[in-house]
């Protein structure tokens, strides 16, 4: 039972109250390398690349000093300055607009969104003009920004503040959307996001910042990081998913390999641009997919998935692609999140649907 | 001060402008949104700064490169629909036109951040309009350039129109330069159609920003002579007497009337420096119309600087 909430979730963390573990506040955190928090991760990235590169500089609310509400950024205005690590008024238009100039004058602005639902003040920004400002200058401007975006639910948290909005930036040409869902790709594709020139969305799936710990691999392979990597090999399904919901489909194969189905489970990891290849060579070997992701269903990414494997796999199918989603409604209050959200059981029932 | 040199870069905006309305009135360009009476306001400026500072432009300010180099024929392209008309910045120093009003406002405060954080003493000036004012992104990129003291010039053409909506519906105060007090910065309200003093105003509030004195607001005060646009109809609107009576003040004549006045300019060098501009400008037509068409690759390209492949997105249908 989790005392401050008076229900069981069996998460790490709840949001109904505050952390109240011991924050690091100094890069001796990664002292231990082998055990980090994706949100430590994160964290390590940004200092890497404020290291690497003056041109680097931060951007957000609360970032600063605070060290931001997850602690994404602890430490680093402490080494870097508050001319580097820049805490903003409350404006995110203002500010990612802000780093559209930052582009325009060279530097590389990585922006820290609070929370998913506080992207959309900025979202005219985003939309008109840091995605399309490559495009409407030949190509002469382009704008190495990464915006960081916590986003998805399962942590109890106030209403709007567990949005899964992803499907809305990859609708907009001239953006890419990734995110991860483990410690060393959120190290990984965090350096490769803030190195890439062009626009970057980088959801962080808020569930797992505390939750899972993994090691810090530094993976020097830039054009990987937008491949969809296969996490669990198998043969009798294709389990495609992404971000929070990895770790319900990694627990709905146990539950699954139990019944002598082998589920293959692929992390998108980029869902802007998504990798064709890699879907359809799992799909094809297995027969079999399955979708998953917490946000809405109706034009989500499980949808544009289902069109790949519709169009280039028809006949290599066995079953109907079927969606494991969150429902057509807005985030519920948190009481009611957990019948929101897929869980393993869901996907279970989903596979055995596929299998049929 | 090179009051010579203002004057003519106004007559070549009235050419350029002039010749626009002309080319979309015989169907060359689609849409056109005329700044005439503006000159003053965009010429000064452009005079009240280094070519180093960046201008950041909404759509009325479309001629604003061509003072800075720009061939007048690739900024009328923007309004024929090409993309030719595309340029890059940094070779002008003026971002592209902003068509959303106001949002191009916190680029400048980015920009001129930026600079500063690598060692420039560059100042950005943002031009908008009095309906851009109400849009959120001009606040808060004015508190933003407040809070950072970023050197910033926000120069508010209040033309006192947007489209059909009057200053009076746009604004509950008798002047936007009052605003400023809120932000913590200095705002001033000058005539916009006396170059002399906008060029003061502009060249004072950069010079502060270059210091580090932070951002101003510089309002211009004038009066939207044309229409929004060559599609809008001003006399759906409001009454020919008031837009006459604002015509009469308009900003080149007066300022010829001082220089000829002062003995800077005979009549007939006036004459032959509009006849000149007109005729430069006409040629700029010319070579509009012998530009060749876009392609089709010309709208797939460059919408990421590393495009994924494949990408069948932006790949072109076959016919």
Sequence with gaps: ?356 | MDRLRLWKMMVQLRAYDERATLLQRQGRIGAYPTFWGEEAIQAATVLAVRDTDWLFLSYRQNAVPVLRGLPPEQAWAYFRGDPHSFFDPSQFGCAPQCVPLSTHLPHAVGWAVGRRLQGGDEVAVAFFGDGASSEGDAHEAMNLASVFRAPVVFLCTNNQWAISTPFSRQAAVDRLSARAAGYGMPGVTVDGYDPLAVLGAVAEAVERARRGGGPSLVEAWCYRIGPHATADDPSLYRGEEETALWRQREPIGRFEQLLVGDGLLSPQEVDAEHERASGAMRAAGHRLDSMPPPTGEEMTAHVLAVPPAPWPGNLLRRS
Aim: proline residues 7%; contains cysteine.
């Design chain 1, 1 to 356: 039972m989790c005392s401050p909430c008076h229900r069981r979730h069996g998460r790490e963390i709840c949001s109904g109250v505050r952390d109240s573990r011991p924050m690091t506040t100094s890069s001796a955190r990664l002292d231990d390398a082998d055990t980090v928090t994706l949100v430590q991760a994160v964290d390590a990235a940004l200092e890497a690349e404020l290291a690497a590169d003056p041109r680097v500089v931060l951007l957000g609310e609360d970032i600063g000093r605070m060290g931001g509400v997850f602690r994404a950024t602890a430490g680093l205005e402490a080494r870097f300055g508050e001319t580097r690590v820049i805490d903003t008024p409350a404006c995110e238009a203002g500010f990612v607009g802000v780093a559209v100039g930052m582009c325009l004058a060279g530097l590389r602005p990585v922006v820290e969104l609070q929370f998913d639902s506080f992207s959309y003040p900025a979202f005219e920004q985003i939309v008109c003009h840091l995605a399309r400002y490559s495009w409407r200058t030949a190509g002469t401007a382009g704008m190495p920004a990464v915006l960081r975006v916590p986003y998805g639910g399962g942590t109890h948290a106030p209403e709007l503040h567990s949005d899964s909005p992803e499907a809305l930036f990859c609708h907009v040409p001239g953006l890419v959307v990734v995110t991860p869902s483990s410690p060393s790709d959120a190290y990984s594709m965090l350096r490769w996001a803030i190195r890439h020139p062009d626009p970057v969305i980088f959801m962080e799936p808020k569930r797992l910042y505390r939750s899972i710990r993994g090691t810090l691999l530094g993976d020097t392979d830039p054009e990987g990081l937008l491949r969809a990597r296969v996490i669990r090999p198998g043969t009798g399904v294709t389990i495609i998913s992404y971000g929070p919901s990895v770790p319900t489909c990694l627990e709905a194969a146990d539950v699954l390999g139990e019944q002598g189905v082998s589920a293959e489970i692929l992390d998108l990891r980029a869902l802007w641009p998504l990798d064709e290849e890699a879907i359809l060579a799992s799909v094809r070997r297995t027969r079999r997919c399955v979708v998953v992701h917490e946000a809405a269903r109706s034009c989500g990414i499980g949808a544009e998935v289902a069109a790949i494997v519709a169009q280039h796999a028809m006949f290599s199918l066995d079953g109907p692609v079927i969606r494991v989603a969150g429902l057509d409604v807005p985030f519920p209050m948190f009481m009611l999140e957990d019948l929101y959200l897929p869980n393993a059981g869901q996907i279970v029932v989903a596979v055995e649907e596929a299998l049929r």
